[in-house]
């Protein structure tokens, strides 16, 4: 079945970059998402690339697809302390409403 | 856009109540929607899919008898915990999608924490 693992923690100091990664089986995927939560809230879609893109860029984050080695990566450029929160990377298959399959995970602390 | 609403944010309740969860997408129509629960410091596991008008698809394990899903509209669904006890206290959150041609990203609501006594 289809499995999607990440690091589970990273800590980075206020105004460089995060990078989160993301490596996913399933070679049918279609699109994959990145999604932020924060404590006691639901997920907010960060952004979300289709898998025949390598790049995708908004503002102060960068999707980076590697389809060939199935990784996924999310760059935040000048961390801020209100990035703290839990980062989901999730594939699905059509993208058409279909079922995601979820990341484990990682924690992003932001010190100052 | 893609505004989904979820209420209550946080019940509290008797051991043996039932307990009804709200979820709304506020400026969209879903077509789909989506229940999710999550423990603690983990990942979000789904628990059934839903369409407007039709029968929940429930994953391996829920129990479609204790898990209530009803979709009556294409801006709401609610999911009823049937006689809840303890070790269904748990963060329930659902999602919401337009389900047209195309991608159509998942959108979340807020969750809503259920603790039973």
């Known amino acids: 079945g289809e499995d999607v693992e990440q690091s589970l923690f990273l800590s980075v100091r206020e105004g460089d970059s995060s990078v989160i990664n993301c490596t996913y089986t399933?070679?049918?995927?279609?699109?994959l998402y990145w999604y932020k939560q924060e404590p006691g809230a639901g997920l907010q879609l960060l952004t979300y690339?289709?898998?025949?893109?390598d790049m995708k860029q908004d503002q102060r984050l960068t999707v980076l697809l590697n389809k060939k080695d199935k990784h996924l990566s999310l760059r935040i450029a000048d961390t801020q302390t209100g990035d703290s929160a839990i980062y989901f990377c999730?594939?699905?298959?059509?993208?058409?409403?279909?079922?995601?399959?979820f990341g484990t995970g990682t924690r992003l602390q932001v010190t100052l | 856009g893609a505004v989904v609403s979820q209420h209550p944010s946080w019940v509290i309740c008797k051991s043996g109540t039932s307990v009804k969860i709200e979820c709304r997408s506020l400026?969209?129509?879903?077509?789909?929607m989506f229940w999710y629960r999550q423990f603690p410091k983990q990942s979000l596991m789904l628990m059934a899919t839903?369409?407007?008008?039709?029968?929940?698809?429930?994953e391996q394990g829920v129990e479609k008898d204790k898990f209530l899903i009803n979709h009556a509209s294409l801006t709401l669904s609610t999911l009823t915990v049937t006689s809840a006890h303890p070790e269904d206290s748990s963060f329930y959150i659902c999602?919401?999608?337009?389900?047209?041609?195309?991608?159509?990203?998942?959108?979340f609501g807020d969750g809503t924490r259920l603790s039973i006594l």
């Open positions: 399933d070679s049918s995927s279609t699109y």
């Open positions: 690339i289709f898998s025949n893109m």
């Open positions: 999730a594939e699905s298959r059509t993208g058409t409403a279909s079922k995601l399959t």
């Open positions: 400026d969209f129509q879903a077509t789909t």
């Open positions: 999602s919401a999608s337009r389900g047209e041609g195309g991608n159509q990203p998942q959108h």
């Open positions: 839903s369409n407007e008008g039709s029968k929940a698809t429930y």
